[in-house]
C-alpha cells in the first residue's frame, strides 16, 4: 500500500524552480502492475524515488506499507568501484538476504559471467541493469519499482525478464517508468499519467498512452 | 515496535557499510593497514629525531617515543575523525539510491572504522615499545577510555558541521584543513601543558584537544597529573559542537540524499 498525502515537491535550478508535485493526495491502486508516463522533465523518476523513499518530499506525507524495492535505474545504488560481487553482498545485508542463495541466483540469471568479479565502473549500461535486476529478483520484495531498464539486453535476456516476474505476479506487482510504450503496454494493467504537477490514474493503458503521444506532441515544438 | 524494526534496519545498514568501507581502505591494497600504521609512525619517528638532535629531556615517563605515542593518537583520532566524516557522502553516494541507507548510517559506520582502527594501532605500539624493553604501566583506564569516548564525539561534531558547509561551499575543504593546521601545534602532542609559560598557555587554552590529550595523558601515566585539564570545560564544548553537528546533519539531510 502506498498513499500520498498532500505531497509537494519541486526542485531548485539555478535560476528557478521547477515543480514536480503540486499538493497531491493520491492512493495508488493495489495488487496492480502500474506504468507510468510523463513527458521528459515531468518527474516521472523523482516520483519512483519518492515511492521508494530515497527522496524526501518537501512537505506532505508518503505513508508505505509492504516491501518495495529501491529504484532500479541506470544510476543505479551500486558503488562504481566495488565489484558485482561485493555490491550484491551489500545488499544481501542491508535487506538481510542469504547471500548464499542470492549469490547463485544471480550468477545464472544476470549472464554476466567473470565479470561479477569485476568493478561495476568497467560494466556497460546493460550489464549493470541486467545486474540489478537479477539482484531484485533474488531478493523478494512486494513492489518492483523499475526506472527506465525494463527492456534492455537482448531478446533472450528480456523474454527471462517476463518469466520472472510472471512467476512473481501472484505476489509482486512492478511500478514503471519507460520511454518505450510497447514495455509499457507489456506490463502495466494501469497507467499513471504524469502531466505536470498532477497525477491521473487511467483504467484503459492504450488511452493513456493516446493522451500521452498528444502531450509529447505538444511539447515537442517548444522543446526544440 | 517500530521503533525496534527501525533499530534493526539501521544496524543491519550500518554494519554492512562498516564491512564495505574496511574493505575499500584495508582489503583491496596490502597498503591499507600499513598506512594506518605509517601515519603515527613518521610522527613519531620525526619529532624523536627533532627531539633528539636538540638533546631535550623526555617531558614525562622514560621514552619519548611512548609520550609522542600517547599525544598523537587522541589527536589523530580527532582529525582523522572529522576527514572520514567530511567526506562520507561523496565516498557513498551511490549507496545512497537504497531508501534505508541514510546519511548518518555513513557517518555512525566510519566513525567506528576510525576508532577501532586508531585504538588497534595505539595497542599495536604498546606491544612494540614493552617489546623494546619499556616498562609500560596504564594508570587509569577509565580515564583513558574517557577521553577517547570524548575525542570521537568531538571529532564526529566537527564533521558533521564541516561536511554540511561542504555541501553548500565545496571549497571549504581546503579553509577548513588551513585553518586545522596550527591546531596540531596546539595540542600538547610534543608537549605537556605545564612546559609552556602562562601567558602562552592562556591563548591556546580555549582548544578541547589540548585538554582531552592532557586527560589522556594522565590516564596513561602513573607519574603523571595533569591540573590543567578541565573536564567540565571539554565536555561542554564538546555536547555544543556535537549538538550543532547533529543539527547541520539534520538540515541537509535530505538534500544529500538527492541523487
Redesign the interface.
Known sequence: MIEFRNVYKSYKLKNSHKIILKDISFKFPEKKNIGVLGVNGAGKSTLLRLI?????PDSGKIIRSGH?S??LGF????????TGI?NL???C??Y?ADIKEVTEYVEAFSELGRFIHEPIKTYSSGMRSRLAFALSMAIDFDVYLVDEIMGVGDKGFQDKCRAAFKEKSEKSSIIMVSHDMNTIRDYSDVALLLTGEHLEIHEDVDKAIEMYNSLTHKSAPAAA | MELIQALNVQSRVVSALILRETRSRYGNSKLGFFWALFEPFAHIATFMLIFTAMSRAVPVGDSMGVFILTGIIPWLLFSNIVTAVMGGIEGNQSLLGYPQVMPIDITISRIILEAATLVIVFVFFLIVFVNLGFKIEIDDMLSMLSAVGVVIILGAGVGMINAAIKFYYPSYANIYSAFSRPFYFMSGIFFTADFLSPELLKLIDFNPVLHIVEWFRSGFYTSFNSTFYDVGYTITVTSVIFVIGLMAERATRKRARQI
Open positions: 521508494a523513499g530515497t527522496e524526501f518495495y529501491w529504484p544510476s543505479g545504488s551500486f558503488h562504481p568501484t566495488l561485493e553482498r551489500f545488499a545485508r542491508i538481510g
